[in-house]
């Protein structure tokens, strides 16, 4: 879902099996700002991979991660380099939602004795 209320991994799915994907070859920022994720683990392939982003991703903001091609190692079976760029964009909302609003129509009760 987009908004997300809590951080988040990414699977990053390739049309078929490739070798060289490092942590390396993305980058992450949060509102344009860059995020370090040197210490992400990718786990998975060899078309599928999880990259660990969940405790990275906790603070609200709008997030964007790119695959980038060039110099990235990153190759199919028979050699072919990646050809163009990816990204992804996802928004982070862990504000609280606001305590509902009850509204209180007034009544009276009317008594006889």
Do not use: K, M, Q
Request: glycine share 8%.
């Amino acid at each position: 879902p987009d908004p997300r209320t809590h951080g988040t991994d990414l699977e990053l799915v390739f049309s078929e099996s490739v070798t060289g994907l490092t942590i390396d070859d993305l980058t992450l920022t949060r509102d344009g700002n860059p995020v370090d994720i040197s210490g992400a683990v990718i786990s998975g392939g060899p078309s599928t991979y999880v990259i660990g982003l969940t405790s990275l991703t906790t603070v609200s903001g709008s997030y964007v991660i790119t695959l980038t091609a060039v110099g990235s190692g990153i190759v199919d079976s028979a050699s072919n380099a990646l050809a163009s760029d990816a990204s992804e964009t996802w928004v982070t909302d862990t504000t609280p939602p606001a305590a509902p609003v009850v509204t209180v129509t007034p009544f009276a009760f009317i008594c006889s004795i």
